[in-house]
């Protein structure tokens, strides 16, 4: 760990690189001097746009896919990556099994600002607020999911001189989560209802707290400021599908209140390639689904897989959940380029030897038979699938329906407006009404919205912090990681794809293992503690 060193400002953050075609295609040439810089608004808008920077850890796509595998939605076969380790309890505080999120670079980036801004004269105070409100959310929004990956962590709103001084303890998690909460409560009222893509507004601000809320179980609060955000009016389900919501080319659409913007113009290109099957693509399959998350899609009848006689275990993939095929490519999926029949006569052949996607011929096949498809649906909106680009949306309104609801049911305030939200996320879905007869009380409740939220943010990177909130870290996380095995059939499903007949699962990729008051949180890196004794190990590494 660079230890909250001294650096410059520009030095550090002043790349000015992907928060929108507008607002940070702003690049400075050079690196800036303090004592040069900090003299006008328009320095601080170029700082500000540094600040923005803060967010590529971890809210930029790449990363929110691959922390998917540190929960039971996903897994990542490639035993070079930690997040691996992450997923099946093997951490380890040093080594290629630890993944390194405890920097400080982003909250001292921040408090550089917020200091360093003082000496200038804005046009008005409306705006030095709305600067320092954007700021203080950037690093608040980085604080929280360090004490959400770590628990205790080092933090200060001061500037360290030196190193000596910068050598400091960790700070207990509820002290971190309260700074947090007093934060966000606070800055949503410098905050404008509206602002260039990629920036932050009041509404942002809100469902970032309702977030926040949940996490440290403030049901009462949660609710209130979420339904605040629904009845302002400003947010809405897209009147898109479910995979049409997550193309490119909808990407600003009407339920996004804050995305992290992937500019390939300003020097921030991606790898969807890394992401995408092996045989048509070449790709390297190194997040792909469960068979736990494939089993919590319901039914296109609004049942269970386990409730719905219609469901097929030897054909599971067709009459389900809509967001099921907009999410996941599965065996005999017409997809892309496996959709073009004299090349890939049984659609996406996983479960096919001697077609590059089968899991033992191939170094990058997927081993579970799936990969996912959600955000690059269509893959011709890349023409180059290693150098491309495209937002992630950090918050969606979504999240704020179930979020109300989910705060409601725990506080066993059980009304219609309950399940008015949940009803707005599934009919974008395509699944009909909740059964208001069947889900009638706390207990049914919450099995409902927490598998809607499961379905609903698959490949989000939200899992993990659900079920370590929830408590059942050790019920989930405990799974086998099982290969897909079978044929895929000459007739086609009602979806177009073709039909499959499925193994019972009992080819074993990996079993992990969950040990609690240990794997709860990441071990801090042995890096850290070398440099400063004062940093304590999680229990247990």
């Not at 999410?327 to 997809?335: H, R």
């Not at 996320?425 to 099995?447: F, I, M, S």
């Not at 969950?514 to 990441?522: D, P, R, S, W």
Request: aromatic share 12%; proline share 5%.
């Amino acid at each position: 760990m660079k230890l909250i060193k001294i650096l410059s400002f520009a030095a550090l953050t002043l790349m000015a690189s992907g928060c929108s075609e507008s607002f940070l295609d702003r690049v400075p040439t050079d690196a800036l001097s303090p004592s040069t810089f900090w003299k006008t608004e328009i320095d601080a808008n170029m700082a500000l746009t540094g600040c923005y920077r803060q967010l590529y850890s971890p809210y930029r796509p790449e990363e929110m896919w691959f922390w998917e595998t540190a929960s039971d939605n996903a897994f990542c076969y490639h035993n070079n990556k930690d997040y691996r380790a992450i997923g099946n309890g093997t951490m380890a505080a040093s080594g290629v099994s630890v993944h390194n999120y405890f920097t400080y670079t982003q909250i001292r980036a921040c408090n550089e600002y917020l200091k360093m801004e003082k000496t200038i004269n804005f046009s008005t105070e409306a705006k030095r607020n709305q600067y320092r409100a954007e700021v203080r959310m950037i690093r608040a929004m980085s604080l929280f999911f360090r004490v959400h990956v770590y628990g205790d962590f080092p933090f200060s709103e001061d500037i360290y001189a030196t190193i000596d001084e910068s050598r400091v303890g960790r700070v207990d998690k509820k002290t971190l989560l309260d700074y947090i909460k007093k934060e966000m409560e606070d800055v949503i009222q410098y905050l404008p209802a509206n602002a260039e893509a990629g920036r932050i507004t009041s509404g942002a601000a809100q469902a970032f707290l309702v977030r926040v809320y949940l996490y440290t179980g403030d049901y009462d609060k949660a609710a209130t400021v979420a339904k605040q955000v629904i009845d302002s009016k400003r947010y809405s389900m897209p009147k898109l599908s479910y995979e049409e919501s997550f193309l490119k080319k909808n990407q600003y659409n009407s339920e996004v209140m804050l995305s992290f913007e992937h500019n390939k113009a300003g020097g921030f290109e991606m790898w969807v390639f890394e992401y995408m099957p092996n045989g048509a693509y070449g790709g390297w399959s190194s997040v792909v689904p469960t068979q736990s998350l494939l089993n919590s899609y319901e039914t296109k009848n609004g049942l269970t897989i386990d409730e719905d006689p219609i469901y097929d275990p030897e054909n599971p993939y067709t009459n389900r959940d809509p967001r099921l095929r907009a999410t996941i490519v599965y065996p005999g999926q017409k997809w892309a380029k496996y959709a073009d029949e004299s090349k890939y006569p049984h659609g996406f052949p996983s479960v096919l030897r001697g077609e590059g996607d089968y899991w033992s011929e191939a170094d990058n096949a997927t081993h579970t038979g799936m990969s996912f498809k959600k955000f690059y649906a269509d893959p011709t909106e890349y023409p180059d699938l290693q150098s491309c680009d495209r937002n992630f949306p950090i918050l969606r309104y979504a999240e704020v329906l179930l979020s109300y609801a989910e705060a409601k049911i725990e506080q066993n305030q059980i009304d219609q407006t309950v399940y008015d939200a949940i009803n707005q996320v599934r009919h974008r879905a395509g699944l009909p009404d909740v059964d208001q007869a069947k889900y009638n009380n706390q207990t049914k409740l919450r099995e409902l919205v927490r598998r809607e939220r499961r379905v609903e943010f698959a490949y989000e990177g939200l899992r993990r912090m659900d079920i370590q909130r929830w408590g059942i870290m050790k019920d989930v996380m405990n799974e086998t990681i099982y290969h897909t095995e079978g044929t895929i059939l000459s007739t086609k499903n009602v979806e177009g794809d073709f039909n499959v007949k499925l193994l019972p699962y009992s080819d074993v990729e990996e079993k992990r293992h969950f040990t609690v008051g240990k794997n709860e949180v990441l071990p801090v890196p042995q890096t850290v503690i070398d440099v400063n004794p004062l940093i304590t190990q999680n229990p247990n590494y």
